[in-house]
């Protein structure tokens, strides 16, 4: 398992385009990819779940990947979320 604490810079947060984009490019993965944010777990594989915890701007998240490519599934979740989903 690995994983990585990041603050969500794109202004709009996970709104249904990142959300989306997030959510397809995690499917790729065989690992479990989860996102947890204010004491909850979210699967970061579910668009509807990631939409639904709401995660705004300036949220500190922490990605978590476990399987056996778990760490391409976190270095691609961190470069989708720190270059804001090309929004900034």
């Not at 690995?2 to 499917?27: C, I, W």
């Not at 509807?48 to 599934?73: P, Q, R, S, W, Y």
Request: include cysteine.
């Amino acid at each position: 398992m690995v994983s990585k604490q990041l603050k969500v810079v794109n202004s709009t947060g996970f709104h249904m385009r990142p959300a989306s984009a997030f959510a397809t490019a995690m499917g790729k993965y065989s690992s479990d990819v989860k996102i947890e944010v204010n004491n909850t777990e979210v699967n970061g594989k579910s668009v509807m779940h990631l939409i639904a915890a709401g995660i705004k701007f300036g949220t500190e998240i922490n990605v978590v990947c476990d399987g056996e490519d778990e760490k391409e599934a976190l270095n691609e979740a961190v470069n989708m979320i720190e270059s804001g989903f090309g929004e900034k």
